[in-house]
Structures are given as structure tokens and as C-alpha cells.
């Protein structure tokens, strides 16, 4: 099973939107803040090749000269998902032989950036997560409904609650 960044980045925010996500249950195209985000995304570093996609697994915003990779957000909102997105880039890169030395999330809106390091603790953890997100992934049913703040600005808010 190949787990994706995207797989990555929602085992940091609900378990249940990663198990939709790996049934292929996709709604995130007609939600208002992805639209939002994929036009920050046109319109941002438009001087840059962007959308690199590695082994058919992940795809990175971009990389400057392969020593740093980006990841661009529209805001610091769900900062840690978008951190430990971008640390399981540098070590996916990492396994497949590429040697990237950091990663940068870029919020261009916020005219704001912040360095993203693979840290020797971080890979164990990593290798965890992955185990997990196999296992939740493996899952007959959703886990249960977090109700989280969150929860209300998300893609699958009907789904899970009406």
C-alpha cells in the first residue's frame, strides 16, 4: 500500500477522513477552502516547476536546486499536520536515495515560512505512523467521529454528521 503525503497530513487531523480518503470517498473537490487553496497554489511561486511526484506516492509543491523542498499552505491552521507532512517527504526522499537537507512550508498569504528538519527521533516516529495509518486504512468501518473544532470547515462535515 502506498501511503501518500496526503494520507500523511490527514492521519494528523481526523483518522476517519484518512479511512474515507483510502476508500477513495474523495469530496474535498467542490469544498470552498480547497478551492481556495488550489488557487493559492496556481497563483503562488509561479516561477518554480511545482507538483514533483515521486514513485507515484508523493507529490511535493517543489524544490529548489533538490537541496530544500516546499510545501505551500494557505494558513498555519493545522500547523503540525503540515510539519509532519513535510518531514515524511524528507524521509521519503531519504529512502529512495534522494538527499534533500530540509523542507520549508510556505504560507504566502501570511508572507510567512518555517524550516522543516528530519530529525533521527523523527524517522522512528514515522515508521510508527505509517504502521498505523496501514492499520486504520485496513479498517472494515470509519473510526469514530472526533468532533473537533475543525470538523465544521472540513470536506466530509455532512458526511459524517447529517
Not at 473537490?29 to 493559492?40: F, M
Not at 493545522?78 to 521519503?92: C, D, G, N, P, T
Not at 522512528?124 to 504502521?131: D, F, G, Q, Y
Amino acid at each position: 500500500m502506498k501511503i501518500t503525503g496526503i494520507m500523511f497530513y490527514y492521519y494528523f487531523i481526523c483518522h476517519r477522513k484518512l479511512w474515507y480518503f483510502s476508500k477513495n470517498i474523495e469530496l474535498e473537490s467542490e469544498n470552498e477552502n480547497v478551492q481556495l487553496g488550489k488557487l493559492l497554489d496556481q497563483k503562488s511561486y509561479s516561477r518554480e516547476k511545482k507538483h514533483i511526484m515521486i514513485d507515484e506516492t508523493i507529490n511535493i509543491d517543489f524544490i529548489k536546486d533538490w537541496k530544500v523542498l516546499h510545501e505551500v499552505k494557505k494558513s498555519r491552521s493545522i500547523e503540525e499536520a503540515s510539519i509532519w507532512q513535510v518531514k515524511y517527504y524528507l524521509y521519503f526522499l531519504k529512502k529512495c536515495g534522494i538527499k534533500v537537507e530540509s523542507g520549508i512550508l510556505d504560507f504566502p498569504k501570511l508572507r510567512e515560512r518555517k524550516e522543516v528538519f528530519l530529525g533521527v527521533d523523527d524517522i522512528s516516529k514515522i515508521e510508527k505512523i505509517l504502521l498505523e495509518i496501514r492499520d486504520i486504512c485496513s479498517l472494515e468501518k470509519p473510526p469514530i467521529i472526533i468532533k473537533n473544532k475543525i470538523c465544521k470547515m472540513c470536506a466530509y462535515y455532512e458526511f459524517c454528521y447529517i
